[in-house]
């Protein structure tokens, strides 16, 4: 008799059956003497679709809305139904008597699994394995310690509850947005208030008024010094009494009337989860989150060099204590070596904020495996990954850095002059970032203290000439807007979604048109502000969804129930549907072109794609669609002789310079022609080359003569 083991992908499973021992190879499956281990592509079962309830659903009308089910149909993926058949048959084999899952160790994974076995009609009991690295060692010992399937119940049960919610307030919200205004409109649980945030931020640059100041900075000699207040401000919006203290302290006397100093002690961070990781990869290289996801997904899965990526957890567990100096063996090498390897000569020190039991619930936080690395095999953005992870881990079992802050208080005919300095007593874990810490305390977004530097050996009593004063002009600045790394800041304080999935919602907002990246800053597009006030107040901001977060949260630990969350769910669908229909806004597309469709006549809608802006027909009956890059004729405007432009609108074909403003018609019918008909017009029209116009041509032309002769 064999065992079935389920994984979540084929490199997944190809991993398994290698170190169990599963050599002989299918076509969906590995088979051992033991184990058949397959795979699932995903997800290869999900939630039935309104159609599949009603057929009348195909069609989007507002009058059937909301759509809420008693109970929830699953159905299998179109997509991946060859795999799932596979699978099924795989469960169904008489000399199969147990199954295993070995999907992803989190939510997502126990949803898919539990999907395929309720599908598939798998009635008996199951195993689980549930492992944080896919190393030889960890799968190994994962199957000699696998867990009961009956154990996971509460996580499946949240997961479902998760799946279901975004279902019932996702479609029928979006749905009734499409319909009442007649352009694709996407709202959902957790992207309408991530959305709501961003769109908030932006209201308050809108309403931001800026204001001229002043600051007087003053040259002491060995140090600069800062006016301020005794209330601590240093900024002067009366430019006129900026000048006239400016005068006042230049050139005159001052004396030291004040030294503190006190000693700053700064542990090292904790170790990363997902969130951290991805914020700290975003401020220090611009990665996206997703693109951050993805690599870490490389590092774990391809390569064996990190553990499980999608945690919550900033902690390792106590029975992890004796596998980190094997860790901090496999990494001490290369840029690593000298402060790993001088680790390994003593005892480890290991507090609370490194080994917290408590404070891990599915996964441990993010850190290196047993397995040696081997840095070349990693592309560039791979080992910035690694790099970071490294670099945080090693650091965990360094001292905290220590220095000496200095403040010095001068007194100038009156008024308080103000320096700041640092003197380093012990680098402490900034050796292992090369002596340059990294503060992920610092609020994103605010301002550096300028007045933070080394200061010389000064003693109260202290006299010192202002050698020169001048004004340092400033303005007020607004907020600033929202990155990625703060965006995933704010998603994590307010409990918006998962690690595992605010990768994906913010892509989501991106791919749906109502957020757009400008460098490294995230900005809401005309789709995105007129959507955030299309939608109910409730899915605007982030309390009521984190409220549901927090239920979820609970169902998994099996302090909550489904169904009263559930049936909160469905009445909050309801009242937003409800509030769609009774609506009087109205929606005005953002991204009407200036062409016009050649089949109907109606603006062009532009569309921004991975493969650059495309042009679309918004008439339902239409669909018309061509690239809306700029595309050059051979056609020469007669006047400054450049190349054309070719365009089409309601008229049909035309050609326009871009630097006169010519237009020539060259389709007359107003109907859409094809590209080889186009390209025929444009050889037609094209204004003729001059014949011989290189040297060899000459020469052609020249001998060709001579023989004519």
């Given amino acids: 008799m064999k065992k079935v083991v389920l994984a979540e992908k084929p490199s997944v499973a190809r991993e398994i059956a290698r170190v169990m021992g599963s050599r002989e190879k299918h076509k969906s499956y590995f088979e051992g003497p033991e184990y058949i281990v ?3 592509l995903g997800h290869l079962v999900g939630l039935a679709e309104p159609e599949d309830y009603d057929p009348k659903y195909q069609t989007w009308n507002l009058e059937d809305l909301p759509i809420l089910p008693g109970h929830m149909k699953l159905k299998v993926l179109k997509e991946t139904n060859h795999q ?26 126990e949803l898919l699994a539990r999907w395929i076995l309720d599908m598939a009609k798998w009635n008996k009991p199951f195993k689980r394995l549930w492992i944080s690295s896919q190393t030889d060692k960890a799968i190994k010992d994962g199957f000699a310690s696998l867990k009961p399937g009956q154990q996971f119940d509460s996580l499946y049960q949240s997961a479902r509850c998760r799946a279901e919610a975004d279902w019932m307030v996702g479609l029928n919200v979006t749905r009734a947005l499409t319909v009442k205004y007649g352009a694709p409109l996407s709202a959902g649980r957790v992207q309408t208030p991530s959305l709501g945030m961003i769109m908030q931020r932006e209201q308050d640059i809108m309403n931001f008024k800026s204001e001229e100041y002043a600051q007087i900075s003053c040259n002491l000699g060995s140090f600069e010094a800062i006016w301020r207040t005794a209330g601590g401000e240093s900024r002067i919006f009366d430019l ?54 993805n690599l870490l997904q490389k590092l774990y899965e391809h390569h064996k060099l990190v553990t499980y990526p999608r945690t919550d957890s900033r902690y390792l567990t106590s029975d992890m204590a004796d596998t980190l100096k094997e860790r901090l063996e496999a990494v001490g090498i290369g840029p690593y070596a000298s402060t790993a390897r001088a680790l390994l000569r003593k005892p480890l020190s290991l507090g609370k904020r490194i080994i917290d039991d408590s404070k891990v619930t599915d996964h441990h936080a993010i850190i290196p495996t047993e397995q040696t690395v081997i840095l070349n095999a990693l592309s560039t953005d791979e080992r910035k990954i690694y790099d970071l ?20 208080v001068v007194d100038v005919q009156g008024e308080s002059l103000y320096a700041k300095g640092t003197t380093m007593k012990d680098a402490g874990w900034h050796a292992v970032y090369d002596g340059k810490g990294f503060d992920e305390s610092v609020e994103e977004g605010a301002e550096e203290d300028d007045e933070s530097k080394i200061l010389p050996v000064l003693q109260q009593g202290d006299q010192l000439d202002v050698i020169r004063s001048r004004i340092k002009p400033g303005r007020t600045s607004p907020p600033k807007r929202y990155t990625e790394s703060y965006l995933l800041t704010q998603m994590e304080k307010h409990g918006l979604g998962t690690p595992a999935t605010r990768a994906d919602i913010i892509e989501k907002l991106v791919n749906a048109d109502t957020l757009e990246r400008q460098g490294n800053a995230l900005h809401p597009t005309g789709k995105g502000k007129q959507l955030i006030e299309l939608v109910s107040k409730d899915l605007r901001t982030p309390e009521l969804t984190a409220k549901w977060e927090g239920q979820l949260e609970l169902i998994a630990r099996g302090q909550g129930q489904p169904e009263p969350f559930l049936k909160s769910i469905r009445e909050m669908a309801d009242r937003l549907v409800k509030e769609v229909k009774a609506s009087s806004a109205a929606y005005k597309p953002h991204n ?50 450049k190349k054309m432009e070719m365009k089409e609108g309601k008229a049909g074909l035309y ?24 390209q025929q017009l444009v050889k037609k029209y094209a204004k003729p080359e001059p014949m011989g116009s290189s040297l060899g041509d000459l020469l052609k032309a020249a001998m060709e003569k001579k023989e004519g002769k």
Avoid at 84 to 103: F, N, W
Avoid at 242 to 267: C, F, H, M, N, Y
Avoid at 607 to 634: H, M
Wanted: charged fraction near 30%; aromatic fraction near 6%; charge should be positive.
């Fill in 592 to 641: 009407v072109s200036t062409s016009h469709c050649p089949d109907c006549g109606t603006r062009l809608l532009e569309k921004k794609t991975r493969k650059g802006i495309v042009l679309t027909c918004p008439s339902d009956d239409c669909g018309y669609k061509r690239s809306g890059e700029k595309q050059l004729s051979n056609r020469r405007c007669p006047q400054c002789h």
């Fill in 240 to 293: 006129t009494k900026a000048e006239q203290l400016r005068q006042k302290l230049d050139g005159q006397r001052g004396v030291i009337t004040k030294i503190s100093k006190s000693e700053k002690v700064v542990p090292p961070a904790l170790a990363y989860d997902l969130t951290e990781l991805q914020r700290d990869a975003n401020r220090r290289y611009g990665f996206s989150a997703k693109q951050t996801s």
């Fill in 389 to 408: 992870i490294v670099r945080r881990f090693i650091s965990l079992f360094y001292s905290p850095a220590r220095y000496d802050q200095v403040a010095v």
């Fill in 84 to 109: 799932y058949k596979a699978v099924q048959q795989l469960l169904r084999r008489p000399d199969v008597k147990e199954l295993i899952v070995a999907t992803d160790a989190a939510r997502e994974g």
């Fill in 38 to 40: 397959t795979w699932a």
């Fill in 655 to 678: 050609v326009q310079c871009l630097a006169c403003g010519i237009t020539e018609t060259m389709n007359k019918d107003s109907k859409h022609i094809n590209k080889r008909e186009t």
